[in-house]
């Protein structure tokens, strides 16, 4: 075998892909031991996330039902506010005619005890 250039260069070549085909195989080798860690990591991550959608879930719902109580609250106020209106307002109704007519009479009882005292009514 004659050791020129194109042997040298086969050489190299071979070399070359023996290492190029080791570092390949750590590469992978590395890969494959990130995604294993990876793969845990998700797998912990579900184990825990799952319970904690479920207490979320359950918080919620307890939630929407102290909301809804609160809404139901909201409307007997509401009502109760309305019923005070209305009876306030026949109250107002029920008592205010009767004091006008009461005022209106002792105005004119004033202004008649007025009248006749002053003698402004008298004809001459």
Known sequence: MEWDAGAFMRIAIGV??????????????RLSAVLGRMNNILTDAN???????????????G??????????????????VKV?????TGIY???????????????GIREGISSFLSGKGKED
């Not at 184990?47 to 719902?61: M, S």
């Not at 109704?93 to 105005?107: E, F, M, T, W």
């Open 93 to 107: 109704g029920a008592v205010s005619k009767p004091i006008r007519q009461v005022a209106g009479l002792a105005s």
């Open 63 to 80: 939630v929407n039902s102290e909301l809804d109580k609160v809404d139901q609250i909201t409307g007997s106020v509401a009502e109760m």
């Open 47 to 61: 184990k825990e996330v799952i319970p904690l959608l479920t207490r979320v879930e359950t918080t919620l719902d």
């Open 16 to 29: 070359f892909f023996l290492a190029f085909g080791a570092g390949l195989a750590y590469s992978l080798f």
């Open 84 to 88: 005070a209106e209305h009876t306030t």
